[in-house]
């Protein structure tokens, strides 16, 4: 979902969502990995053997398949006729990143999965590995839909597009299935470890809540109920509980506003906290106080800490860094140093490494890329 002033307009754009034809292959040669462990910063004592996976572009929302060989994520990059975000997917354990396409599987090349219209978001591995699901707009226009003007509303929005639907494709590129067909919101997909069912946000209801389904559409039901925008949501690692970003405006021009701006298809996201419940909905609890943003949580592979995106501790919107809790609000880390952006955290399956997305050693561009770490206790 990606627009903030300057740095922030071009990254966090990607939060806030297939034709049968593979994506172009270009000849640029693969780029040389980084050596070892020269992007990271000495502060970042959990962090070890840090690679970089992609070079160029907004990369964004990474996320691990269940063998933990790839990532699926968002890419834009103008420069490459990707002018509004797409899916692809390329694999962790090659020796060299890579910001070149590619039809084939991944083999240090970018893979793209979406149909190249619209605009997408949030994709994610099913059990197998075989598909991705993710939102995209593409049913209602070949084109991207248009952005918000944050200059004429001077402040940072989200778009919460209504035609974003759900799909499911395979690593080629074809669309197995559609999973909603509304005219409301529906992205931010996420599939629970046990690889039963997943998690989604939409406005269906007429409010931004979270929503569980089952793998093949069916089974729909409502978790969250509270005004406010919920979303970006995640299993813990028994599937038990989801952790997720809201907003919670409490007096009367708070509220006000939200739904002002909802009745557009837009949210402000400058004010959310961390919450975490079970995944009917029951024992609701808001794990920060910390104000300002803070979003992208994943859990420990432990399931007793969140690691998030926060900007808590900035004066002008950024730097975002990393940072992990407990479950009971205590004990809050920095993780990360970088001096514009670090988010989308996620551990590997098996809990030894850390894919996220930085804005670290770009040379002073805009580019976004994805790192892959290994974790220290």
């Not at 028994?238 to 837009?266: C, I």
């Amino acid at each position: 979902m990606n627009y903030f002033f300057s740095a922030l307009l071009c990254v966090l754009l990607f939060l806030a969502s297939c034709n049968n034809q593979p994506a172009p292959a270009t000849t640029e040669p693969i780029t040389a990995a980084p050596v070892v462990d020269t992007l990271r910063y000495p502060e970042e004592k959990h962090l070890k053997n840090v690679r970089q996976l992609t070079f160029g572009g907004d990369n964004a929302e990474a996320y691990f398949s269940f063998a933990g060989d790839k990532l699926t994520y968002q890419w834009t990059h103008k420069e490459k006729g990707i002018t509004c975000d797409q899916i692809f997917f390329l694999s962790t354990t090659m020796q060299n990143g890579s910001d070149s396409l590619s039809s084939g599987e991944g083999r240090g090349e970018a893979t793209r999965i979406s149909t190249g219209k619209g605009r997408t978001t949030c994709s994610y591995f099913l059990p197998g590995d075989s598909l991705v699901l993710y939102a995209s707009t593409h049913i209602t226009s070949d084109t991207c839909p248009q952005n918000p003007n944050m200059k004429d509303a001077r402040q940072y929005l989200w778009p919460l597009f209504d035609s974003y639907e759900i799909f499911i494709a395979d690593l080629s590129g074809n669309v197995k299935k559609q999973l909603t067909d509304n005219k409301f919101y529906d992205a931010e997909a996420t599939v629970s470890p046990k690889g039963d069912k997943m998690v989604f946000t939409s406005t269906r209801t007429g409010d931004c809540e979270l929503f569980t389904m089952n793998l093949d559409g069916s089974n729909v039901k409502q978790v969250t109920t509270e005004l406010g925008y919920d979303g970006g949501a995640f299993f813990s690692p028994d599937g038990s509980k989801l952790v997720f970003r809201a907003s919670r405006p409490k007096t009367a021009e708070e509220q006000k506003n939200y739904k002002a701006l909802l009745a557009k298809g837009l949210v402000a996201p400058s004010d959310m906290e961390i919450f975490v419940c079970n995944l009917d909905g029951s024992d609701m609890k808001q794990i920060t106080t910390l104000g300002k943003a803070n979003w992208a949580p994943y859990f420990h592979p432990s399931g007793n800490k969140i690691i998030f995106c926060s900007n808590h501790q900035s004066e002008k919107g950024f730097p975002f860094h990393l940072y992990m809790i407990n479950m009971d609000g205590t004990g809050l880390e920095q993780i990360t140093f970088d001096p514009m952006f670090d988010s989308f955290p996620m551990f590997s399956p098996d809990g030894k490494q850390l894919a996220f997305c930085s804005n670290r050693f770009n040379g002073g561009t805009r580019d976004t890329n994805i790192f892959l770490a290994e974790w220290v206790e």
